[in-house]
């Protein structure tokens, strides 16, 4: 009992720090573009650690829930002229209503599921994109939000995400709830058996997944202001935050956020300058990383401690 | 009114029929083995009672209560607990383990029946913060009952519980078992083809080819021929 308290306040104290840090960094490093994106980038790893850290399901597709979330909220902004916060919030929504319509997914396992819910992502990608779709979603040509663009506000409702999804994770990593599901991970009829509503509990998680990334898309939107189909529905938006998550170590508190700090900070500083090492660095990274430390980086801590955050 | 009541019960995987037509009882506080060859359909059945079969034809009662199409957390929440021949989740803790044996119960009860089982179980509670997946085969059998009966239980259903145990072992645990019966009241309904257990049991079934061709109290299934030759004769 104790320890578990002692757990969580630890996790609520990292927690703070980390948004602490965010909140105060841009007033003595100006590259806000980066502080946003690693903050994006952050909510995106933990947001997938929901699904994948704590019920096993990949999902390749996790992009679909942003753009989702971005376009949601552009459209509910300029066409029905909600405000942004409400805008961005029911783009969550409307990330979990999309995944309750893929929730048959979740009958899929292993590399079946990853290939439905990439496919899925894409087939919404086709829609929204569709040049007949104009007037609405204004097809392949983009959405402008200029009219309520705000950096400052915009930055500070991506530290607000970060935060609620790194709460999220604290929760499912304390609460009986999460240890529900890492049995269902490891063992679906054990959990059932032991009393477990598996269906419902594997909905939630993905249903709380996709709605972080909702939220996501929705202040990426806000911040950007300007950006295409092609720029919300970029795959590799998934596979960034899958490398992340798998570099820093699934199912932690800071495996994500080491995950993303390292490797997009490497993303930024050699990728952009010279790309073709950074190719080459990050394959050689990843390879050895799969083959020495497949349960990441946390895995090292784990070796002196028995409980990471 | 018996505690477990299935009738005519037709299940099997998929397309697949195993069980057909499966009658069977379980009473207050009795012991009941299920006795078959390999591929008899033990676990089939289990599975059926558990609701983690879909059920092509027939009933299952519990308390008098029809639960054929229930779902399997809610058949637990009744009071039905199963051991299958796995029974533990071996990446988790001995504690994460006890936790999730009674995973519906509120967390005061849970601490309470987890001190209980650490005192029946004084072996589980030096290994409380180690990985399931590291004890030795015969700990991770105690696990798998003391995670059984985290959720007191009306009916405890176990799955061939001396599956790669030493006959050491095996004593063990029917001594454990017949303790905690003793102690708790519970019903058991325990699949095995190991005969040390018959002595265990007050009455039986023989299953062969998913039908139930023996059954009666102990001495009509020793004297019975059919377990006679299946049983005590490959004995020695
Ligand atoms: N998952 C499955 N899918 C299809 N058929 C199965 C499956 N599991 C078991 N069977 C079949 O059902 C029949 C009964 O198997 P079951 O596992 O119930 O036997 P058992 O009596 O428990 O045997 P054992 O003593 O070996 O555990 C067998 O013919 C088996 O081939
Ligand atoms: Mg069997």
């Given at each position: ?309 | ?5 299935v009738q005519s019960l037709e299940s099997g995987?998929?397309?697949?029929k195993v069980l057909w037509g499966i009658d069977l ?16 359909g033990?676990?089939?059945l289990?599975?059926a ?6 059920i092509f034809n027939g009933k ?147 299953i062969?080819n998913g039908k139930v ?24």
């Amino acid at each position: 009992m104790r320890k578990k308290n002692i757990r969580l306040i630890i996790g609520i104290i990292l927690i703070l720090v980390m948004t602490a840090l965010f909140a105060l960094l841009p007033k003595i490093y100006n590259n806000n573009f980066l502080l946003f994106n690693i903050m994006l980038y952050i909510a995106l790893a933990e947001g997938l650690n929901l699904i994948y850290g704590f019920t096993g399901y990949l999902p390749f597709g996790y992009v679909g829930f942003f753009g989702i979330g971005a376009y949601s909220a552009s459209l509910l902004i300029l066409l029905l002229h909600v405000g942004v916060v409400p805008a961005i919030l029911l783009g969550g929504v409307a990330a979990s209503i999309v995944g309750i319509i893929l929730t048959p997914l979740l009958r899929l396992s292993g590399a079946y599921f990853a290939i439905a819910n990439l496919a899925a992502s894409q087939a919404i990608y086709y829609i929204i994109s569709n040049p007949h779709l104009e007037n609405i979603t204004q097809g392949p040509y983009g959405i402008m939000l200029s009219s309520v663009y705000d950096a400052t506000a915009s930055y500070n409702a991506m530290l607000i995400v970060m935060f609620f999804a790194f709460m999220l994770v604290l929760f499912f990593r304390q609460s009986r709830f999460g240890l529900s599901l890492m049995a269902i991970r490891e063992d679906s009829i054990t959990a059932s058996v032991a009393g477990v509503n598996v269906v419902l509990a594997r909905t939630i998680a993905w249903l709380l997944s996709a709605f972080v990334a909702g939220l996501c898309g929705g202040v990426f939107a806000w911040y950007t202001s300007v950006f295409y189909p092609e720029t919300v529905f970029s795959l590799n938006i998934s596979i960034f935050a899958i490398v992340f998550v798998l570099f820093g170590g699934a199912a932690t508190l800071i495996g994500p956020l080491i995950g993303t700090v390292i490797l997009y900070g490497m993303y930024n500083f050699i990728g952009i300058s010279t790309p073709q090492y950074f190719q080459l660095i990050y394959g050689l990274l990843i390879v050895m990383l799969i083959m020495f430390l497949p349960n990441g980086v946390v895995s090292l801590f784990k070796k002196v401690k028995d409980y990471v955050p | 009114m018996s505690l477990l009541e299935v009738q005519s019960l037709e299940s099997g995987y998929k397309i697949l029929k195993v069980l057909w037509g499966i009658d069977l009882n379980v009473e207050q506080k009795e012991r009941v083995i299920l006795l078959g060859v390999n591929g008899a359909g033990k676990t089939t059945l289990l599975k059926a009672i558990m609701g983690l079969l879909k059920i092509f034809n027939g009933k299952i009662y519990f308390e008098g209560k029809d639960i054929t199409h229930l779902r399997t957390d809610k058949r637990v929440k009744l009071g039905i607990a199963y051991m299958s021949e796995i029974g533990i989740f071996p990446n988790l803790t001995v504690d994460e383990n006890l936790e999730l044996g009674a995973f519906f119960l509120d967390s005061k009860l849970t601490h309470q029946r987890k001190q209980q089982m650490y005192e029946y179980f004084q072996d589980l509670l030096s290994h409380k913060k180690a990985l399931a997946g590291s004890l030795s085969g015969g700990q991770r059998k105690m696990l798998g009952i003391a995670k059984l009966l985290m959720s007191n239980p009306k009916l405890v259903v176990l799955d061939e519980p001396s599956n790669g145990l030493s006959p050491k072992f095996v004593k063990l645990i029917i001594n454990i078992l017949d303790d905690l019966q003793n102690k708790e009241q519970f019903s058991i309904l325990i699949a095995e083809q190991n005969i040390a257990f018959l002595d265990f049991a007050q009455r039986g079934y023989v299953i062969d080819n998913g039908k139930v061709v023996v059954s009666g109290n102990l001495s009509d299934l020793k004297s019975n021929n059919i377990v006679k030759k299946a049983y005590f004769g490959i004995e020695n």
